[in-house]
Nanobody
Framework: QVQLVESGGGSVEAGGSLRLSCVGDTGSGYCMGWFRQVPGKQREGVAL???????GYADSVKGRFTISKDIAKNTLYLQMDNLKPEDTAMYYC???????????????????????WGQGTQVTVSS
């Protein structure tokens, strides 16, 4: 069983930055990602990273968000720059171990593929 714990959320004005962290003993073999959810809406994928470090992003965050991981620290990060009010959501990190390839991992923004989830951290961006 993999436990994931997020931190780093908070309130920021539009144009500001936040860095989310997710600690979990996942090693280098997992496909990991960040998802977000607004009440009343479906959870959406934001960024994904494969075991080899390759990454994929949703169109809405390309150029503004960067996903990375520090294997030695068992930590996944999401650097969020130039934040917009529409980025306001609960953010979750997730992990899955089984995937065919890195390209498959970073293109499949489907939450049902991920078996392990954190409890979430709230991000609020004011205009």
């Amino acid at each position: 069983q993999v436990q994931l714990v997020e931190s780093g959320g908070g309130s920021v004005e539009a144009g500001g930055s936040l860095r989310l962290s997710c600690v979990g003993d996942t090693g280098s073999g997992y496909c990991m990602g960040w998802f977000r959810q607004v009440p009343g809406k479906q959870r959406e994928g934001v960024a994904l990273i494969a075991g080899d470090g390759s990454a994929g992003y949703a169109d809405s965050v390309k150029g503004r968000f960067t996903i990375s991981k520090d294997i030695a620290k068992n930590t996944l990060y999401l650097q969020m720059d130039n934040l917009k009010p529409e980025d306001t959501a609960m953010y979750y990190c997730a992990a899955r171990f089984s995937y065919p390839s890195s390209s498959y991992c970073i293109r499949q923004f489907y939450d049902f593929l991920f078996a392990y989830w954190g409890q979430g951290t709230q991000v609020t961006v004011s205009s």
